[in-house]
């Protein structure tokens, strides 16, 4: 299959994807086509769901990290299903808010060494989140 490429499309504009990527979709998912959804960046938050986020408080926020980091484990977990759990635990003016603004402060949480990462972290579907310092043999 020289000279096959898969590609996504996300807004307008087409990424290419890796090579092993491409490979690796092909394998698993031979009638999947190549710019399916899935294969998309998590979207933007909507200009109103910005203007939301700009509301809160820093106590909110400080409560949405600790319970995306209390949601996370020694063990790799999908960003997604830590940001369910956390999402599930949401009261007051966290409740509602969109499950893209718990994957931005999951990489926010990784950027500032609360949480490690591996994978993809535009796409909390295709990347997995662990507490620092549990590495081969420490678990």
Known sequence: MTGFHLTATHSARKMRLSSSTAKTWRHWFPSMPANHR????????????????????????????????????????????????????????AAGLPDVYY????????????LESFGDLSRMRYSEVRLPGHHRGEV
């Open 38 to 93: 899935d294969l998309d960046p998590d979207p933007p938050l909507t200009t109103e769901q910005e203007a939301r986020v700009r509301t809160l408080s820093k106590t909110v926020v400080s409560r949405i990290d600790a319970s995306l980091v209390a949601s996370a484990s020694p063990r790799w977990r999908k960003v997604a299903t830590v940001v369910a759990a956390a999402l599930g635990e949401a009261r007051g003016s």
């Open 103 to 114: 994957a931005r402060r999951v990489r926010e949480l990784v950027a500032a060494g609360r």
